[in-house]
Every structure is written in C-alpha cells, then in structure tokens.
C-alpha cells in the first residue's frame, strides 16, 4: 500500500519528518518498507513568462526567447519547440539544474546564440499527458496551473507529494486504506483524527424506475448497495485526484474510474461502475454462475464458471465475476450516459476460492478475501456520489438501493487489565490501556473491549494484548532472565550422532549439505534396473523444475553430484561426507479419521495417506590423494570401532538384494557391510560406468552407512579391560595360497587355530608376482599371543602355530618355502 | 725423579691444552698415565729412592697422577659440551617450513552455528524435538491456525506431496514441530527444533527451496512477553557479543498474538546506518511471538492455565550473517575450497 502524505493530511496532521514518521509506524506496527518523494529528481526548475519570442539569426527552426523567472532581469533561452507564445507559462530549467534520469541543464550556445536554459516538456519533467491531459505531448508545456512566476516547479504543478510505501500484513485489510493508516497514524502520535461523514445532495428521481437488484445468495452476497448517476461527462479527474492516485500507484483513467479507486484507496472497498446500457433488463442478479456458464472478463480472456462461482448478473448473462473483476461490457465508455454503482460485501472465502480457482487476481479480489469492513459498503457509496458532484461528473439520483443481510455482530473481548499485565510482563495502568484502545477505534462497556467493525482480526484477550502492546511500544517492555529450572538433554539418537559426526570429521570427512529433492533421472544416472524400489519415491506435484521433483530415496547421488562439481572445479581431492535423510513411502495406509473441532475452526483431521520414512544416513565420499577402496573401508572401520560396532563382516555387494546402490558401484569393487546379519551400509568404488555418467574423471569411492542400523549395532559401554602382566609372543608367518581366497577366511582360520592366545593378527604384506606362481598370492601375518596366567612358554606358542598350519592347509594355503 | 715428575704433569697440562679432539684425549692418558704410561714408568723407578725419598716422592707421585686426572676429565667435559653445541649448531632447521597435517575434516558452516545455538539453548534448559520434513497440512497449517483459504497461505509457496490431495506437503516452518511437541508432551515445555524447510522459492543468492530454522518453543504458567524478550536477548548476546541490540517489531504470524519481528544493531554499523542494513542501523533477524491460545487448544493445552511463546530463527541467515557470505548457493555447492574455511 502506497500512502500518499497529502492525501493522509486530510483526515490528520502529523507535522514531523518523513523518516521519523516511518520509523514510528513501523514500532506501531504498519511496516514502512520505504518513501519516495515525487520531483525529487528535479533541482532548479522553476516557473517563467515568456516576455518575447523572436526568430534565431542563424536557423529557420529554432527561436529565441525572453524569459521572466522571479529574477531581476529575464533570462534568455532557445529552443526548438514551436508552441510557445509571448505571455505563456512555461517550466525553465536553469543553469545548472537536473531533471529526470540524471539530465544536467547548463548554459551554452546554440548556433551562436547564448541560451541560459531550458524550457521543458512534459516528458523532461517525468510526466505524461494523463497527469496534465490539456498539455500537449511534442512540445513545451504550457502551465494552465494557478502559480506565480519564479516558484519551484514542483509546488507549482504539485509534484510534491511524499509517498510512503507499507508492508500490511494479511490480518490488518483495514489498513490498505487511506483512513486505516490515518486511524494508525492518529493512534501512533496522539493526534486527532478526523474523518468526515460524506454526503450528497442528489436529483430526484425514483431508483426503482431505474435499477432492480436481487441477491440470491445472501451467505456470499451479504450486502449489495447501488446508484444511479445520471448524465455523465466522461472526461479527466482533476489534477488534486490524478496527483493522489498516482501517488498510491494507480494509473488515472477516467472521471468515473478515478472516483471508484479513489474510494477504494480511501476506505478500502472496492467499488464497481457499470454502463446501465450493457446491464439487460435493468435487473441486477447476485447469484451462482450456472455450470459452464462463461464470461470474458476485463484483461479479455474468456473464463469458464463453476456453479460454486458468485456472479453480478443482468437479466441474461454475468456481467462481472462478483469481487474479481468484471466482464467486457461492464467498464465506462466515452458514451457512457448512465452509470451504476456498486458497493458490496463478499464474502472472504468465497472471493478468494474463486479467485484461486481461476487464477485471476485483482486489486478488488485481494482486499475483498481478506476482509472489508461489513458495515461500509453504504458509506463509500455516499462517498462516491459526494464525489461526482463535486467533480461536475453527472447527476446521481438521491435514492438508493441498499439489499442488507450483513447482519453484523461486532466483536467482544473482556477486558482484563491485570491478565494483559501478567501476559506482556509489564505495569501498564488500566487507564493507559483503555486510552489506547480509544485512539484505534475501540469502545469499552460494562467490562468489554469492543471492536471496530473494520477490525475483523480481533477475537481473544491475546488481540487485545497485542494492541495494548505496540502503542506501549514493544521496546518499552522489559526483558526479564529466563527463569525455572534449565534441565535438559540429547537423546541417545542426538548423541550418536553428534559422535559419528565428530568421528567423521576427524577422519579428515568435509561435511556437505545438499538437497532432499532431487530429478527422477537420477535413477538411471546410477544405473537402477526398471524394478528397482528405490524408483518409488515420493513425488512433488508442483516442484519448481523437474531436476527438484521427486524426494531422494538414495543418499548417493547427491553426493556424486557434489564430487563431480569438485572434481570439475579442479579441485584434487575431496573426502566428503553427509549426515541426512532418505525419504521412503510409507507402505501402508493409515486410516482416515476425523476427530474434534479445532479452535480456531475446522475438523481435527487426520489423513487418509500416511507420511513417508525419513531415515537418516551417513554418506561418504572420496576421491583423489590416496583414496581408494582400502582408504575408504579403513575410514569406516575407524568410524565402526568408534561407535563400538566390532565383528563386523564384508561381503559382496554384488550378491546383496538389500541395497540397489550396488549397480552405482563397480561389482568387483563394492562391498556389503554386515553385523549379525543386519545390514549397516553398502561401500566401493564407483562403477566406471557411473563415474563416466558424472564426469568424474578419476577413481572415485562412496558409502552409505544406516544410521538407525548402525544405532542399534552400537555397543554403548565401554569396559576396561586389564594391562597385560606378560610379555606376548609373536611369529610371523608367509604363505602361499590361490589368488580367489579372501583373506578373511585366513584370518578366521588363524584364529579358530590360535584359540584363547590369540591377541592379534596383523596382515603386513599381500605380493603377487615375481617369484610367485600365477594365479596365486603371497599373504604375511604377524601373530601375536599371550596368556594373562604367564609367560606363553615355546611348546605353547609352537603348538599353536602347528595348529594354524594345519587349518591354513585345509583351505590350500601353504607356508611359503 | 721430582724433576721428572713435575716435568710429566707440566708437559701432560700443556699436551691437554691443545687438545681437540676426544679420541686425542684417550691416547693421552694412556700415553701418561696407562700402564705402559710415562708415569708407571716412573714409579717402576722407585725401587731406587732411599726409605726417606720413597714415601716423599710417592706422595707426590700419586699428586700428579691425580692432577693429571682432574685435567683429562676437565678436558673431556670441555669438548664434549663443544661438541653438543656444534651438533646443535648443525641440527638447526628453517622452522618458517610448513608443519606435515594429520587428515582432519570441518564440519559444514550451516552444523557449526546450529551447534553453537543449540549449546545456548541447552544452557538454558531447551531440549532439542525433531519433526517430519514431510508432513500433513494439519500440522504445518491448521493446528497453527491457518485453516483452509487463509490468505497468510499465499505467503508460503507450499510444495505439495502427489497422490495426496494437497493434505501431504514438504513442511514449510519448523513451527510444525511445536503441535508434535505438544501433541506428545504436557507442560512445562521447553523446546528447540532445528531442521529443514521448503518452498518453492527458485535459488539466487538470497533464495533457496530448501533452507534450515531453528525453531523455539516455551510453553508454562506464567510466561509472558517479557520473557521472550529476555531469552532472544540472552542468545544474541551469546551469539554476537554484549554490544548487540535487538529491536522487537509489531508483526502478524497467525500461530503467535502478539507477534513480533526482531531485528538486530548491523553487524557492520552497529546500529548507525550503513548499505549493508540500508539505512536502517538494523537487520531483521527473526519472528516471534506469544503462541495464540486457540494453537494451545488445539494441541489440548488450556490457554487459560498456560501461556507462552514461540520463535523461528533463519539458520542460512544467521550464517551468512557471522562469515560475511553473500550468497547463498555457495552453502548447497559444497566446493571444498569453501568448506575448509570454516
């Protein structure tokens, strides 16, 4: 809402500089996003006389004139304009001005004539024939405006006004208004605030001669009010009104245009006029559209109706869309000789639905859904009327139609001082608090605070409160400690996840946030067959690209997304990691139940879908420096121990049916991690394939790891266990044994054999090559033995490395001669 | 044989004197004093001396042994000390080269100041409540009292979930997480809730479909507005220092009555007037507010026994804010040149 300062002067007068102004308004509670003060682009222009014009010795089409602007002597200019005359008005812009769009005017010589000036156009002073409609476009403009010679430009055409721009917030309509912000500004500087009664003289006539108006739904039409303005002259507003509107943003038109956005702007209803020629039978219906009735609306689009739709109707067709905006006929035209007017009450939600449903906004639709006054649609019609009259626009008969089923019962809250002081935490007395309540309109009786009829916001004790608070001043309340007892703690999910995110960043992890949505193409990017769950994804219906459309069912792919925009920034390495959420339909259907009413209206509802999974997970991935599978599975072996996860087992992800990230990583590279058969996290190298689709032209490793999996897995004690008091024995062992055995099976063979001695095995050397038969492979071991009852004696030690021996045979793996 | 002897220990300092090496200094004492030694050879001698000579000359026999001994070690400690200060001398390094750096990660600018607010909040006895991103339009919209055809809807580009009829929806605020909240626990509450949000805002520099909030919740016997205040005062001056100064707005949320927004003093003019905060000395901050009695209804809390207050902080904001980033995009492209700054 753009607040014109002249314009507020009329109803108060509120005598402080612009910024101190908005400032105030904005700690009352009407935003001031910014001013704007008209002309301010103008420096040094001033009005002049013309004295005499005379033909330019050195060209045919430029004259020289002599120029009265206030100073002791006239000033000469030349110009090429040929409309100017000895005794005209002109605006002159002097040595040394400035004009719209940074224009600088300085003294020079045209064709050798001194000219100390500029006379100027409408156009160089920002302005268009709808702002002076007598000037002329192409030429100088001839100031008609009452003005004296050497004034500043700007107070002589009135191109002075300051206007202010509010943010207003949906529950304050009334404040979309010229007198709403005036009721604000009055209540914000305790100032009087005066807003006339309008009214009008009228012709006599009989409006029911003229006009029948009917509303047949009275539920969405609460109040219908209408006039008859007789022989109209259809022609500009004057300037007074053409300033104001255009200081509030709006375009003038039309004498009869003006008018129905200046009480628009002023009280904050919108208004209609109708040419009565277009409205067949003189009949005005307030009804439902009939289905599939139809209507070119005012922007010229033909619109199709529902039958929940309101229309203004005429004996035949609508003619408007009742609060949205009307149809091709209903507008004023040149000829118009009979206008009707219009001022009605809609109903908000009604307005709105239909608004949304065909998608067409208007200035009336939006003040209209949030709420007008329900008792003011008669005094802008009175408004209105007095406004015609008082522009000569035509002759309005005295009579009008009023169909009222408003119905109003204005709105009550009990007043309670105290309870106001105990909620805001402050002292403030109950005179204070009833003084500011007057100051915006409220009345209190026998104990009750009652609201404004324009005051559809209010409804409890805490409206109230508000009210008393931001003319208090919200700074003005203290600021008390916090009190009662500060209790309060992580869950265990929190904690777990605070450590694995400590765990991850001192394994040198980056930790990086992406989105939750992602394209469905992502799918096919890491190679998911067609039947692959995690292609079911939950799906937005209105996303804003398809690249942001469905929401993840896999980690994996944001993060290849983010390796492969690092790897193309040249970035060498990266070792990334993100700790978020998948998101997976739910599989059943939850019930649908209705339960109690709400408060604040409406059904307590619970829905017949239910809400998605939201699993969390741990993603990781690498590239670059010494990344590779070993590096990656070393850094999640480091996170597992961290959390107290041991035993765990490495198998094939080739083979696994749980994760469908498998077809991202490259089959012989990628393993399952496994704890007693639950699933914590799929790891690899990333298919080649994958890293080709990426461009990511390196070797690059990912792991997606189970939060929840991983919680349960979790050992959360830790116990000590004793130093030991002996000394270990430790043999190393080289062996030869076919390529295709994991080593794993090594191991649990080595300590299977080794028994209760077994401290440690540590694999130092796997060598394939020279000196070694093909097909098969060097492993080295060192084992470490000790007994907490003594010194392990040699028959120990070499018993049980003949033991492993024998066990190792059994798999094919040889001591290496 | 005095004569000799004083000319042995005479000839022993002055051999030591010019000494310089400590392999030197062995060869010397078994030049004087070993077994095949000057000295022994002396003292083989005195089987010679008269009774009266022997014990005179003994005597001083085994002086200048002892002398010859206490130069020797003197000696040694010398050029040993020598040579530990040469090696020193030798060892010394350009300390100016870079130190070797153990892997160590960062954590995403967007965690480390959630970590930092939820520490304050815990310090303050907030625990910490998660909720669904993807929630029903009761919990986001109509449990807050937005019921259908609010016009504050129009606010928040809501995206919706398909095969839902609009009643499935990505959350739009936090502020969904206090009906959770209450729906499940009885007063006293104390909650703060980080997580993620959605609309459907395209990405610039200051805009993004997906953002964080921190949202706050308080709900007790006897709170009011003034505690509020007091509590976004405590954070922010824990967050940005004493010097900070909040200023509390009128605003409307339709969850909160009153409501407020809060600015804060800029943090480049402090409060001055500046470009950063255009003029205005203040840079909003947050929303807040009183939590409507008919929201604590419909959560089954009597708004007559219980009052309280809610607040939701924008994280990317706050983030921005502390490390003078400018855009927004650079905290969901996780460059690592951008992430190891922080």
């Given at each position: 809402?753009?607040?014109?300062?002249?314009?507020?002067?009329?109803?108060?007068?509120?005598?402080?500089?612009?910024?101190?102004?908005?400032?105030?308004?904005?700690?009352?509670?009407?935003?001031?996003?910014?001013?704007?003060?008209?002309?301010?682009?103008?420096?040094?222009?001033?009005?002049?006389?013309?004295?005499?014009?005379?033909?330019?010795?050195?060209?045919?089409?430029?004259?020289?004139?002599?120029?009265?602007?206030?100073?002791?002597?006239?000033?000469?200019?030349?110009?090429?304009?040929?409309?100017?005359?000895?005794?005209?008005?002109?605006?002159?812009?002097?040595?040394?001005?400035?004009?719209?769009?940074?224009?600088?005017?300085?003294?020079?010589?045209?064709?050798?004539?001194?000219?100390?000036?500029?006379?100027?156009?409408?156009?160089?002073?920002?302005?268009?024939?709808?702002?002076?409609?007598?000037?002329?476009?192409?030429?100088?403009?001839?100031?008609?405006?009452?003005?004296?010679?050497?004034?500043?430009?700007?107070?002589?055409?009135?191109?002075?006004?300051?206007?202010?721009?509010?943010?207003?917030?949906?529950?304050?309509?009334?404040?979309?208004?010229?007198?709403?912000?005036?009721?604000?500004?009055?209540?914000?500087?305790?100032?009087?605030?005066?807003?006339?009664?309008?009214?009008?003289?009228?012709?006599?006539?009989?409006?029911?001669?003229?006009?029948?108006?009917?509303?047949?739904?009275?539920?969405?039409?609460?109040?219908?009010?209408?006039?008859?303005?007789?022989?109209?002259?259809?022609?500009?507003?004057?300037?007074?009104?053409?300033?104001?509107?255009?200081?509030?943003?709006?375009?003038?038109?039309?004498?009869?245009?003006?008018?129905?956005?200046?009480?628009?702007?002023?009280?904050?209803?919108?208004?209609?006029?109708?040419?009565?020629?277009?409205?067949?039978?003189?009949?005005?219906?307030?009804?439902?559209?009939?289905?599939?009735?139809?209507?070119?609306?005012?922007?010229?689009?033909?619109?199709?109706?529902?039958?929940?739709?309101?229309?203004?109707?005429?004996?035949?067709?609508?003619?408007?869309?009742?609060?949205?905006?009307?149809?091709?006929?209903?507008?004023?035209?040149?000829?118009?000789?009979?206008?009707?007017?219009?001022?009605?009450?809609?109903?908000?939600?009604?307005?709105?639905?239909?608004?949304?449903?065909?998608?067409?906004?208007?200035?009336?639709?939006?003040?209209?859904?949030?709420?007008?006054?329900?008792?003011?649609?008669?005094?802008?019609?009175?408004?209105?009327?007095?406004?015609?009259?008082?522009?000569?626009?035509?002759?309005?008969?005295?009579?009008?139609?009023?169909?009222?089923?408003?119905?109003?019962?204005?709105?009550?809250?009990?007043?309670?001082?105290?309870?106001?002081?105990?909620?805001?935490?402050?002292?403030?007395?109950?005179?204070?608090?009833?003084?500011?309540?007057?100051?915006?309109?409220?009345?209190?009786?026998?104990?009750?605070?009652?609201?404004?009829?324009?005051?559809?916001?209010?409804?409890?004790?805490?409206?109230?409160?508000?009210?008393?608070?931001?003319?208090?001043?919200?700074?003005?309340?203290?600021?008390?400690?916090?009190?009662?007892?500060?209790?309060?703690?992580?869950?265990?999910e929190q904690?777990f996840i605070r450590t694995l995110r400590n765990t991850v960043v001192s394994l040198g992890g980056y930790e990086i946030a992406t989105y939750s949505f992602v394209s469905p193409k992502y799918f096919d990017r890491i190679r998911l067959p067609e039947n692959s769950k995690l292609r079911n994804a939950v799906k937005i219906?209105?996303p804003?690209g398809e690249d942001t459309s469905v929401m993840r069912t896999t980690t994996i792919p944001s993060m290849l997304d983010v390796l492969s925009f690092n790897y193309n920034n040249r970035n060498e390495k990266a070792c990334l990691f993100e700790i978020s959420k998948e998101y997976i339909p739910?599989?059943?259907?939850?019930?649908?139940?209705?339960?109690?009413?709400?408060?604040?209206?409406?059904?307590?509802?619970?829905?017949?879908?239910?809400?998605p999974d939201e699993p969390q997970k741990l993603t990781l991935g690498m590239y670059g420096g010494d990344a590779d599978f070993y590096t990656m599975k070393g850094m999640i072996e480091q996170i597992l121990e961290e959390l107290g996860i041991n035993d765990v087992e490495y198998v094939r992800a080739a083979d696994c049916e749980v994760f469908d990230e498998k077809y991202a990583l490259h089959p012989g590279r990628s393993a399952v991690i496994l704890k007693d058969g639950v699933h914590l996290g799929i790891m690899g190298e990333v298919h080649p394939e994958v890293q080709n689709t990426y461009k990511l032209g390196i070797k690059t490793y990912a792991a997606k790891l189970n939060i929840n999996e991983l919680m349960s897995a979790a050992?959360?004690?830790?116990?000590?266990?004793?130093?030991?008091?002996?000394?270990?024995?430790?043999?190393?062992?080289?062996?030869?044994?076919?390529?295709n055995?994991p080593v794993a099976?090594?191991?649990?063979?080595?300590?299977?054999?080794?028994?209760?001695?077994?401290?440690?095995?540590?694999l130092?050397?796997v060598?394939?090559?020279?000196?070694?038969?093909?097909?098969?492979?060097?492993?080295?071991?060192?084992?470490?033995?000790?007994?907490?009852?003594?010194?392990?004696?040699?028959?120990?030690?070499?018993?049980?490395?003949?033991?492993?021996?024998?066990?190792?045979?059994?798999?094919?793996?040889?001591?290496?001669? | 044989?005095?004569?000799?002897?004083?000319?042995?220990?005479?000839?022993?300092?002055?051999?030591?004197?010019?000494?310089?090496?400590?392999?030197?200094?062995?060869?010397?004492?078994?030049?004087?004093?070993?077994?095949?030694?000057?000295?022994?050879?002396?003292?083989?001698?005195?089987?010679?001396?008269?009774?009266?000579?022997?014990?005179?000359?003994?005597?001083?026999?085994?002086?200048?042994?002892?002398?010859?001994?206490?130069?020797?070690?003197?000696?040694?400690?010398?050029?040993?000390?020598?040579?530990?200060?040469?090696?020193?001398?030798?060892?010394?390094?350009?300390?100016?080269?870079?130190?070797?750096h153990a892997p160590f990660g960062k954590l995403h600018p967007l965690t480390k100041?959630e970590n930092?607010?939820?520490?304050?909040?815990?310090?303050?006895?907030?625990?910490?409540?998660?909720?669904?991103e993807i929630?029903?339009?009761?919990?986001?919209?109509?449990?807050?009292?937005?019921?259908?055809?609010?016009?504050?809807?129009?606010?928040?580009?809501?995206?919706?979930?398909?095969?839902?009829?609009?009643?499935?929806?990505l959350?739009?605020?936090?502020?969904?997480?206090?009906?959770?909240?209450?729906?499940?626990?009885?007063?006293?509450?104390?909650?703060?809730?980080?997580g993620r949000?959605f609309?459907?805002?395209?990405v610039?520099?200051?805009?993004s479909p997906l953002f964080h909030?921190?949202?706050?919740?308080?709900?007790?016997?006897?709170?009011?507005?003034?505690?509020?205040?007091?509590?976004?005062?405590?954070?922010?001056?824990?967050?940005?220092?004493?010097?900070?100064?909040?200023?509390?707005?009128?605003?409307?949320?339709?969850?909160?009555?009153?409501?407020?927004?809060?600015?804060?003093?800029?943090?480049?003019?402090?409060?001055?007037?500046?470009?950063?905060?255009?003029?205005?000395?203040?840079?909003?901050?947050?929303?807040?507010?009183?939590?409507?009695?008919?929201?604590?209804?419909?959560?089954?809390?009597?708004?007559?026994?219980?009052?309280?207050?809610?607040?939701?902080?924008?994280?990317?904001?706050?983030?921005?804010?502390?490390?003078?980033?400018?855009?927004?995009r650079l905290l969901y492209e996780n460059d690592v040149r951008f992430l190891e700054q922080f």
């Amino acid at each position: 809402m753009n607040l014109s300062m002249k314009w507020l002067s009329d109803y108060v007068n509120v005598d402080v500089p612009i910024k101190e102004y908005c400032h105030a308004l904005t700690m009352s509670g009407s935003k001031v996003e910014g001013y704007e003060t008209e002309g301010k682009e103008i420096s040094n222009v001033v009005v002049g006389k013309i004295l005499s014009v005379v033909p330019h010795e050195n060209s045919d089409h430029l004259v020289v004139c002599q120029v009265e602007v206030g100073k002791e002597s006239p000033i000469q200019i030349v110009t090429g304009a040929s409309n100017v005359n000895t005794g005209d008005i002109v605006p002159v812009a002097l040595d040394g001005s400035t004009l719209p769009g940074g224009i600088k005017i300085k003294r020079g010589k045209l064709r050798g004539v001194e000219s100390n000036g500029m006379l100027c156009s409408l156009g160089e002073l920002g302005l268009d024939k709808k702002d002076f409609p007598y000037a002329i476009e192409d030429g100088i403009f001839i100031i008609q405006e009452p003005c004296r010679i050497g004034q500043d430009i700007q107070s002589a055409i009135g191109l002075d006004d300051t206007s202010v721009e509010f943010e207003i917030t949906s529950n304050r309509p009334d404040c979309l208004s010229v007198t709403g912000l005036a009721r604000e500004t009055a209540a914000t500087f305790d100032l009087p605030l005066h807003i006339p009664v309008p009214s009008f003289k009228g012709v006599d006539g009989d409006i029911d001669q003229y006009l029948k108006v009917d509303i047949h739904n009275t539920e969405k039409c609460r109040r219908y009010c209408a006039g008859i303005v007789k022989n109209v002259k259809i022609c500009p507003s004057p300037r007074w009104m053409r300033e104001r509107l255009r200081a509030s943003g709006v375009r003038p038109i039309n004498n009869f245009v003006d008018i129905t956005n200046y009480v628009m702007l002023e009280y904050g209803q919108p208004m209609h006029a109708f040419d009565l020629r277009y409205v067949d039978g003189a009949h005005i219906n307030v009804r439902n559209a009939a289905k599939g009735e139809k209507i070119m609306t005012l922007d010229g689009i033909e619109r199709e109706l529902s039958e929940d739709m309101l229309v203004i109707a005429d004996a035949n067709k609508p003619v408007a869309v009742a609060g949205v905006m009307g149809g091709e006929y209903s507008g004023i035209m040149d000829d118009t000789t009979t206008v009707v007017f219009e001022s009605a009450y809609f109903e908000p939600t009604q307005v709105r639905r239909t608004s949304k449903a065909l998608k067409l906004k208007s200035d009336a639709s939006s003040r209209y859904e949030k709420g007008v006054d329900p008792l003011i649609s008669m005094v802008c019609l009175k408004r209105a009327f007095q406004l015609v009259e008082e522009l000569g626009a035509g002759e309005v008969i005295r009579t009008v139609i009023d169909c009222d089923h408003t119905d109003y019962i204005p709105s009550e809250v009990e007043f309670n001082p105290a309870w106001i002081n105990s909620f805001l935490g402050t002292n403030i007395s109950s005179a204070t608090m009833t003084e500011y309540l007057k100051r915006l309109d409220f009345s209190i009786e026998n104990g009750k605070v009652i609201a404004p009829s324009f005051r559809i916001d209010i409804g409890c004790k805490a409206d109230i409160a508000e009210e008393i608070a931001r003319i208090y001043g919200y700074n003005n309340i203290p600021s008390s400690d916090f009190r009662g007892v500060a209790k309060a703690e992580f869950t265990a999910e929190q904690k777990f996840i605070r450590t694995l995110r400590n765990t991850v960043v001192s394994l040198g992890g980056y930790e990086i946030a992406t989105y939750s949505f992602v394209s469905p193409k992502y799918f096919d990017r890491i190679r998911l067959p067609e039947n692959s769950k995690l292609r079911n994804a939950v799906k937005i219906v209105n996303p804003l690209g398809e690249d942001t459309s469905v929401m993840r069912t896999t980690t994996i792919p944001s993060m290849l997304d983010v390796l492969s925009f690092n790897y193309n920034n040249r970035n060498e390495k990266a070792c990334l990691f993100e700790i978020s959420k998948e998101y997976i339909p739910a599989e059943k259907e939850k019930a649908y139940i209705n339960g109690d009413t709400l408060a604040s209206g409406g059904t307590k509802h619970r829905y017949a879908y239910s809400l998605p999974d939201e699993p969390q997970k741990l993603t990781l991935g690498m590239y670059g420096g010494d990344a590779d599978f070993y590096t990656m599975k070393g850094m999640i072996e480091q996170i597992l121990e961290e959390l107290g996860i041991n035993d765990v087992e490495y198998v094939r992800a080739a083979d696994c049916e749980v994760f469908d990230e498998k077809y991202a990583l490259h089959p012989g590279r990628s393993a399952v991690i496994l704890k007693d058969g639950v699933h914590l996290g799929i790891m690899g190298e990333v298919h080649p394939e994958v890293q080709n689709t990426y461009k990511l032209g390196i070797k690059t490793y990912a792991a997606k790891l189970n939060i929840n999996e991983l919680m349960s897995a979790a050992s959360g004690r830790i116990t000590y266990k004793p130093l030991p008091k002996f000394p270990a024995t430790t043999r190393d062992l080289s062996l030869i044994c076919n390529d295709n055995l994991p080593v794993a099976e090594l191991e649990k063979a080595i300590k299977g054999a080794v028994g209760k001695i077994l401290e440690k095995v540590t694999l130092f050397d796997v060598y394939k090559g020279k000196q070694i038969e093909d097909g098969k492979k060097s492993v080295s071991y060192s084992i470490s033995m000790r007994s907490h009852e003594g010194t392990l004696t040699d028959e120990q030690a070499d018993g049980a490395m003949k033991r492993v021996l024998k066990a190792l045979s059994a798999l094919g793996a040889e001591l290496r001669g | 044989m005095k004569e000799q002897l004083e000319k042995i220990e005479a000839q022993a300092k002055q051999e030591l004197e010019s000494c310089t090496e400590i392999k030197a200094l062995d060869d010397l004492r078994i030049r004087f004093l070993g077994k095949k030694g000057e000295l022994t050879a002396i003292l083989k001698q005195m089987g010679k001396l008269s009774a009266e000579e022997r014990p005179v000359i003994g005597q001083l026999a085994n002086q200048v042994r002892a002398d010859i001994e206490e130069a020797l070690r003197n000696k040694l400690e010398a050029l040993k000390a020598e040579e530990q200060e040469a090696k020193i001398r030798e060892e010394s390094i350009d300390i100016t080269l870079p130190g070797k750096h153990a892997p160590f990660g960062k954590l995403h600018p967007l965690t480390k100041v959630e970590n930092e607010i939820r520490e304050i909040f815990m310090g303050m006895g907030f625990d910490i409540a998660d909720g669904p991103e993807i929630d029903d339009d009761y919990h986001v919209f109509e449990a807050l009292n937005l019921p259908p055809d609010h016009p504050a809807r129009d606010t928040q580009d809501t995206f919706y979930i398909e095969g839902t009829d609009e009643t499935i929806l990505l959350r739009t605020q936090t502020s969904s997480v206090q009906v959770h909240v209450m729906e499940n626990q009885t007063p006293p509450i104390r909650i703060i809730s980080p997580g993620r949000v959605f609309r459907s805002d395209a990405v610039d520099a200051t805009h993004s479909p997906l953002f964080h909030q921190i949202e706050g919740l308080v709900i007790d016997k006897g709170i009011t507005m003034s505690d509020l205040k007091g509590t976004l005062d405590m954070l922010m001056k824990k967050l940005y220092g004493n010097d900070c100064k909040l200023r509390f707005r009128p605003h409307h949320f339709p969850f909160t009555e009153p409501s407020c927004e809060v600015d804060i003093s800029c943090f480049n003019c402090g409060g001055k007037g500046c470009s950063m905060c255009k003029d205005e000395g203040y840079i909003e901050l947050l929303g807040a507010g009183m939590v409507h009695p008919k929201v604590l209804e419909n959560c089954g809390i009597d708004s007559n026994v219980y009052s309280g207050f809610a607040f939701g902080l924008g994280l990317e904001r706050m983030v921005m804010g502390r490390y003078d980033i400018n855009d927004l995009r650079l905290l969901y492209e996780n460059d690592v040149r951008f992430l190891e700054q922080f």
